[in-house]
C-alpha cells in the first residue's frame, strides 16, 4: 500500500481500475447467486415445506426491509472506516448463511438464517461498499467505471444456470452447501482490493496528474483531500433533487423487485423446465450489460436525466409485452428489451447521485437513499407472490409495474441538480 504522501508514477496503471474490476465480480456474486439466483431455491423450497410462493415473498421483504434500517448507519459507516472492513465482515457472514440454510427444518429456522445471515451480509458486504469505493476514486469517468463495475451483476447471470444446475443434480440443500463455501472463498479476496478514497493512497480521482487536477504548478504536491464543497448527508436530504430522485428509484425498484426475483417461476410459468428457466433468467443479465456499461457510460457525456428516461419508457413497453406472452418464444424480445433497459436504468443513477452531491458523504446518502427504495423492493416481491397465487399467473402484477415504471419516469424529470447549500453559494459567507 501506497503511503499517504507518495504520489504515484503517472504511467502506473491507476489503482481505481482494480476496484472496479474487484467490484464486478462482488456484484456477480450479490446478483448471480443471492438475488436472481436465489430463485432456484423458491420452488424446491416450495414443494418441501408446502410453502406458498405469498409466504416466501414475505421472507425476503422482510430481508429487504431490514436492509433499508441499516442503509444509513451501513453508509456512515462505510464513509467513516471504509468500504473494505464492512465487507471482510459481510461476505463470510452470508457464505455461512447459505451453509446453515442446507441444515433448516421449517419458515422459523429459514427466516432467521435468510434474514440474520445470508441478507445482512449481503448487505454489509456487497452493493454499498463497492458503489462507494467507485464513487470516491472516480469523478470524471465515474459513468464509465459504474458501468464495468455493473456489468458484473449481468456476469452474475452466469451462475444463475448453474446453481440452478447443481440444485437439479444435487438437491438444494447440497447446492446451498457449495454455494456458501464459493461465497466465503471468492469473496474475501475481493473485500481486500477495496480501498476508501484515491488520496489516502496518493492517487488522485480518475488517476489524473496533479497538474491537471489543480490546474498547473502542483506538480510537486501529494495528493490532499479537500471535500469541503460537497454536500453534507444533512444538505443532499434538503434538496427536492435527492426527494425525486430517490422516489424514482423506489418505484423503479418495485419493478425489478417485482419482476427479477420471479423470473425462474415465471419462465416455468410459461412451460420451460427448471434448468431452462434458470438459464433463461440467467440470460437477463447477461443482456443487461450493454445498458449497464453502454448506457452507463453513455451518461458520462450525455444528461443522465434523459438515459434514465428512456430507459424507463423502453422497460413499461417490455413489461407489458412479457405479461402478454403465453410462450417461452414470444417472451424472448421483450425479455432482451427489458434485459437493457433494466440495466442501463440500475447503474445510472448511481453516478448521478455522486455528481450531485459529491464524495464526502455519498455512501451515507446512498444509505438514506436504500431506506426509501426499500418500500418498493419489498412491495413488489409481495405483489408478484400473492398474485399469482389468486390468479395463477403473472399476468396483472406485470401490468401494474409497467404503470409503475411510468411513474419512475416522470419523477426523474422532476430530479433536477440541487440549489447549492448556503454555505457555497458566491457571495453568501460561510455559516460557523
Known sequence: MASPTEIQPKNKFFYGWWIVIAGGFG???S?????????????PLSEEFGWSYGVIAIVFSVARLESGMLGPIEGMAVDRIGPRRLMIVGIPLMGIGYILMSRINGLASFFIVYIFLIALGNSLGMSTPITAA?????????????????????????????????VNNYGWRNAASIVGVGIAALGVPIAAVMRHRPEQYGYYPDGRAPEEQSGGGAGSRPPTLDLSKDFTAREALNTSSFWYLTLSIMARSLVSGGVGLWLVPFFVDLGASAVTAATLAGSVGIMSI???????????????RYVMVASLAMMSVSIVFMARSSSVSQVIPALVAYAAAQGGISVIPQ????DYFGRRSYATIQGFRSSVQMAG???????????????????LAFYGFSVAALVSMGLVFMARPPVLPRRLRPGVAKER
Open 27 to 29: 456484484m456477480a456474486i
Open 31 to 43: 446478483s448471480g447467486i443471492n438475488f436472481h439466483g436465489f430463485g432456484n431455491f423458491i420452488i
Open 134 to 166: 467507485v464513487a470516491n476514486w472516480f469523478n470524471r469517468r465515474r459513468g464509465l467505471a459504474f458501468g464495468i463495475q455493473w456489468s458484473g451483476v449481468g456476469l452474475g447471470g452466469l451462475l444463475v444456470p448453474a446453481v440452478g444446475w447443481m
Open 290 to 304: 450493454p445498458g449497464r456499461f453502454g448506457l452507463s457510460a453513455l451518461g458520462d457525456y450525455v444528461n443522465k
Open 351 to 354: 453516478s448521478l447521485i455522486a
Open 377 to 395: 423492493i419489498i412491495t413488489g416481491p409481495i405483489i408478484s407472490g400473492f398474485v399469482f397465487d389468486r390468479t395463477d399467473s403473472f399476468e
